[in-house]
C-alpha cells in the first residue's frame, strides 16, 4: 500500500466512527460540506457554502471541527508512515546522510585525520524548549500512536484485518475523548510531554553511530573512533522568562524526573546488554558480571563511573575478540550512556535580565555596596560588578534565609547545584539571560551563583534587531575584562540570537540579516579575543520563528562562525514530527549533522561587497515597510480582528502566559502568539512581508546570483516559498470580512502577498515549492479540506464578538477551530 490508500483507509474507518457515533444526518452533513468545499477551491457553489455554514448549531459546527481536525491527525499518521516506508527502502548512499557528509569533505580535500579532527571539536546541541504550540493531550497523542503502529500492517495478507480492527477500535476511542485540556498544562506535564520523545531518539542513537563507523570505512578505508557530536539539553522546568510557574520547586522536580528517567534508560539497555553479553569466561561470565554490579549501582542510584565501566568492557570485549559482540551488542548501551548519562538532558535556566538585575540589587543594598545600582549608569555598574567579582565574600549573611524575590532568583542554582552533586556536571547546561542589551546584564548571574557556591556560565541572549546590533560590541567589552575571563577559562563562549523577538521587531528579511551580521561580527570578537565559541539558534517551527529543514539552517550560516558546533532549538509540533518514530528520527539527526559538518568545514571568506551591499540597503527597506505597516496607530486594532488572538489566549496549551506583563501592546505580546494567529487566518505575514520591497532593491539580476550562489540567501528564500505557499489569500479574504475589509491595511497586504509571490518566483525561476514537490502535494491534499475549519472558526468568532458573554458561549467549538487549523497546516508557531 502506498499513502493515498492508507489515507483512503484512515478516512473510511473515521467515516464509520462518525455514522454509529453521531448519525447518518451528519455523517451526510460533512460529506455534505465536503463537497462544496472542493466546488468552491473550483470557483463554484462557495455561496452556498457560506449560508450553510452561516445556518448551522453550535453542536454541529463543533463536530464538523472536530470530524475535519481528526482527518487531519489520520493524514498526518499516514504522511509519517510514508516518510518511513521511503527511507527504509532507500538504497545506496542517501542525500544528506553522515556518509554523504564525508564523501563531500574528502572531495574538498579533507584528510580521515582532519575529518575525525573536526568532529571532535563539534557539538550539535538540541535544546526542547516549553513553547509548545503542539496542543494535542497526551491521551489523544498515545491513541494516535496506537494508529500509527498499526499502518505498516495494514497492507499485510495475513495481519490486514486485525490491524483494520485496532485502527477503528482508536479511531471511537479518540472521537469520544476531550481533546481540549480542562486545565492549563503544569510545567510538569510540559516536562514529561518533551521527555517522552527521548526512549524513541535512543533507539535511532546506536544506527547513527554505526552510520559513522561504516563511513570512515566505505569513505577513507579505515576504522574510527569517533563518536557522535550529540547533545541535548532542556529548558522545561528551567525557563523562567516570564512564567511565574517555573519556580525554584518546579526545577527541582524536573531535575528529579529527569534523573528518574534517565534511570529507566539506562537499566533496560543494562538489561539488554547482559541478555546479549552471555559468553563465558571459564565459567564466570564475565562481561555479565560487570553488567551486573553496574545495573545494581543505577538501580539505587548510587554514584558510579558509568563510562570509565562501560568504554573499559568495550576494550575487553575488542582483546578479546568480540569484535562484533563489541559493535552491535555493546554499542547501544555505550551510545546511550555517553549521550544521556545519569543526567538524561542539561537543564538550562533562563532568567530575563531586568530579574536579574533587581535581584542583584537587592544583594547590593543589603550588603551595603550600593544604594541604587540598579539606577547607575552601565560604566558605574561595571566598576561595582567588577570589584565584586574580585571579591571571595559572599553578599548575604551566612545562615539567613533570604527573601522572596532573592529566592526566586536563586533558588533555580541551588537546585542545578544540587543535580550536579549528585549525577555529574551535565545535569545542568547554561545560564540564559534574556534581553540581554549590556556586559552588566551577562556580570550580574555570576553574582546570584556566587551566593550558593556554585560557577555557571552565562550565555548572553541578543533578540531585538538593536540587540543584535550591538551583539559585538558587548561580546568585545565583555570578553576584554579578566574578571570574566577568569570564570570562563577554557570553557566555550556561548552566544544565543534569538529569531522570534527580532522578526516581531523588524519583520522577516531585517531579522535574518540581522542574525547573520551578528553572528559573523561575533565570531571575529571571539576569534580576536582567542576564545572559543559557539552559537545558540532560538528557532521556532514556523518560518515566522526562524522554522524550516534544520539542515537548510545550517547550511545557511555564515562561513567560519561555526566554531565548537551550534545549538538548536526543538519545539512544539516538531518534536512529534521529528522524533515520534526511530527511523524518522535518524533521519532528522543524519541530516542536522551533514549541516553541521559541511558547514563548519567551510573556511571564512570575505563575500562580494555587492552582496553585503544589497543584503543591507535591501534590509533597511524591508524594515522600513514593515514598521509602516506594524505601527500604523490602526494596525493593532485590525490585528485583533482579523485574527483569533483573543481566542488564543484562552487556549490552555502552556503553563506561560501569552504576554509579558504589562498592558497590552504589540511589544509584550510573545512570538508565538503573534505567529500563530497570522498562521490561523493564513496570511502568514511573518514569513514573507516586506520582502517584495527588498528584492526589488535587490535587482532581480543580483538576487538570482545570490540565490545561486550564497547558500545564506538561498535558505532566506527558501523559507520564505514554504510561507507564501502555506498562504492562501482566498481563506485571508474570508477573516477580513471580520472587521478589515476593505481597509486600507487590507489592500495593503494583499498586495504585499501578491507581489512577494511575484518576485520570489522572479528569482528562484519557478512556481512555489518547485524543487519540493513532495511538499508542494502535501499542502494541495490539505488546502481543500481545512477550507471548512477556517470558514466555521470565521463564523464562530463573529458570533461570539457579537453577543454579550460570546466568547463564553462559543469557547470550545473556537478553541477546537484553533487547533484544527494547527494540525492541519503545521508549522505554526
Known amino acids: 500500500m502506498g499513502i493515498r490508500e492508507d489515507v483512503n483507509l484512515l478516512g473510511r474507518t473515521l467515516g464509520q466512527v462518525l455514522r454509529e457515533q453521531e448519525g447518518e444526518d451528519f455523517y451526510n452533513l460533512v460529506e455534505e460540506v465536503r463537497s462544496l468545499v472542493r466546488r468552491a477551491r473550483g470557483g463554484e457553489g462557495s ?52 556518509e554523504k557528509a564525508l564523501i563531500e569533505l574528502r572531495e574538498r580535500g579533507l584528510s580521515a585525520e582532519q575529518v575525525e579532527a573536526l568532529i571532535a571539536r563539534l557539538d550539535l546541541g538540541l535544546t526542547f524548549t516549553a513553547h509548545p504550540t503542539e496542543m494535542r493531550r497526551r491521551t489523544v497523542r498515545n491513541h494516535l500512536v496506537e494508529v500509527a503502529g498499526s499502518i505498516p500492517d495494514l497492507g499485510h495478507p495475513d495481519l490486514t484485518e486485525e490491524a483494520t480492527l485496532r485502527v477503528a477500535a482508536h479511531i471511537e476511542a479518540m472521537w469520544s475523548t476531550p481533546e481540549l485540556r480542562r486545565l492549563k498544562p503544569t510545567v510538569q506535564d510540559e516536562v514529561k510531554g518533551g521527555l517522552s520523545y527521548l526512549p524513541v531518539i535512543a533507539q535511532a542513537l546506536p544506527r547513527l553511530q554505526r552510520d559513522l563507523e561504516r563511513a570512515f570505512v566505505h569513505v577513507y578505508g579505515r576504522h574510527s573512533q569517533a563518536r557522535l557530536p550529540l547533545s541535548f539539553s532542556s529548558w522545561m522546568g528551567g525557563d523562567r522568562d516570564g512564567n511565574p510557574f517555573v519556580t525554584p520547586e518546579a526545577t527541582r522536580e524536573t531535575l528529579d524526573l529527569h534523573r528518574e528517567r534517565a534511570r529507566e534508560l539506562l537499566l533496560a539497555q543494562i538489561q539488554q546488554a547482559y541478555a546479549d553479553l552471555s559468553q563465558d569466561g571459564g565459567g564466570e561470565e564475565p562481561y555479565r558480571q560487570t553488567l551486573r554490579a553496574l545495573h545494581n549501582a543505577v538501580r539505587d542510584g548510587d554514584k558510579v563511573d558509568l563510562l570509565g565501566t562501560l568504554e573499559a568492557l568495550d576494550r575487553r570485549l575488542r582483546e578479546d575478540g568480540q569484535i562484533r559482540s563489541a559493535d552491535q551488542l555493546l554499542t547501544p548501551l555505550l551510545t546511550v550512556a555517553r549521550t544521556f548519562g545519569q543526567h538524561l538532558v542539561s537543564l538550562d535556566i533562563r532568567e530575563h535580565s531586568q530579574l536579574t538585575g533587581a535581584a542583584v540589587a537587592t544583594l547590593l543594598k543589603a550588603a551595603g555596596v550600593s544604594e541604587n545600582y540598579a539606577e547607575l549608569p552601565e560604566h558605574s555598574k561595571l566598576d561595582v560588578l567588577s570589584a565584586e567579582l574580585n571579591s571571595r565574600r559572599p553578599l548575604w549573611p551566612a545562615g539567613e534565609a533570604f527573601p522572596d524575590e532573592l529566592e526566586r532568583a536563586v533558588g533555580p542554582i541551588r537546585e542545578v547545584q544540587r543535580a550536579v552533586a549528585a549525577v555529574g556536571p551535565r545535569a545542568f547546561g547554561r545560564y540564559i539571560i534574556s534581553m540581554s542589551e549590556s556586559v552588566s546584564d551577562i556580570l550580574e548571574p555570576l553574582l546570584l551563583a556566587r551566593e550558593v557556591g556554585f560557577r555557571i556560565l552565562p550565555v548572553p541572549l541578543f533578540e ?32 544565543m540570537l534569538g529569531y522570534s523577538d527580532s522578526n516581531k521587531d523588524a519583520g522577516f528579511l531585517a531579522a535574518n540579516w540581522a542574525l547573520h551580521e551578528a553572528q559573523r561580527k561575533v565570531s571575529a ?81 570575505e563575500l562580494p561587497d555587492r552582496w553585503t551591499q544589497a543584503l543591507t540597503q535591501a534590509s533597511n527597506i524591508s524594515v522600513q515597510t514593515y514598521r509602516a505597516l506594524v505601527e500604523d496607530e490602526h494596525f493593532l486594532p485590525f490585528f485583533e480582528a482579523v485574527t483569533p488572538i483573543h481566542e488564543i489566549s484562552r487556549l490552555n496549551i502552556a503553563s506561560r502566559p501569552v504576554r509579558r506583563p504589562g498592558a497590552p501592546t504589540l511589544s509584550n505580546l510573545r512570538a508565538i502568539p503573534w505567529v500563530m494567529s497570522w498562521t490561523q487566518n493564513r496570511a502568514n505575514l511573518p514569513g514573507w512581508y516586506g520582502l517584495p520591497e527588498a528584492l526589488e532593491t535587490v535587482g532581480l539580476e543580483a538576487a538570482q546570483e545570490m540565490y545561486r550562489e550564497w547558500p545564506f540567501f538561498r535558505s532566506v528564500l527558501d523559507n520564505a516559498q514554504m510561507a507564501l505557499a502555506k498562504s492562501d489569500p482566498q481563506i485571508f479574504d474570508d477573516y477580513l470580512t471580520l472587521g478589515g475589509a476593505g481597509t486600507e491595511l487590507a489592500r495593503r497586504l494583499q498586495r504585499a502577498y501578491t507581489e ?28 481543500p479540506y481545512i477550507d471548512p475549519i477556517h470558514r466555521i472558526q470565521v463564523e464562530l468568532l463573529r458570533r461570539a464578538r457579537a453577543e454579550e458573554r460570546g466568547l463564553d458561549t462559543y469557547e470550545r467549538p473556537l478553541l477546537l477551530s484553533v487547533q484544527g487549523i494547527a494540525a492541519g497546516v503545521r508549522n505554526t508557531g
Open 47 to 98: 455561496g452556498e457554502l457560506q449560508r450553510l455554514i452561516a445556518g448551522l448549531g453550535t453542536d454541529d459546527a463543533e463536530n464538523l471541527v472536530r470530524a475535519f481536525t481528526w482527518y487531519f491527525q489520520l493524514v498526518n499518521l499516514a504522511e509519517e508512515y510514508e516518510r518511513v516506508r521511503v527511507l527504509s527502502d532507500t538504497k545506496g548512499v542517501r542525500s544528506q546522510s553522515l
Open 464 to 495: 531585538t534587531l538593536s540587540d543584535l546590533e550591538r551583539a559585538p560590541s558587548v561580546m568585545w567589552e565583555l570578553l576584554a575584562l579578566p574578571e570574566y575571563r577568569r570564570v570562563l577559562g577554557s570553557d566555550v563562549q556561548e552566544i
Open 525 to 605: 570578537v571571539c576569534q580576536q579575543a582567542g576564545v572559543p565559541w559557539r552559537f545558540f539558534h532560538g528557532r521556532g517551527t514556523s518560518i515566522g520563528r526562524g522554522g524550516g529543514p534544520a539542515s537548510r539552517a545550517i547550511l545557511g550560516q555564515p562561513a567560519g562562525t561555526i566554531d565548537a558546533g551550534l545549538r538548536i532549538t526543538e519545539q512544539g509540533e516538531a518534536l512529534a514530527d521529528k522524533y515520534s518514530h526511530p527511523v524518522l528520527a535518524h533521519r532528522n539527526l543524519e541530516q542536522a549533522l551533514y549541516g553541521l559538518l559541511l558547514s563548519a568545514s567551510r573556511p571564512p571568506g
Open 756 to 783: 512577494a509571490v511575484r518576485c520570489v518566483e522572479a528569482v528562484i525561476g519557478g512556481e512555489l515549492l518547485l524543487s519540493e514537490p513532495r511538499l508542494k502535494q502535501s499542502i494541495a491534499l490539505r488546502n
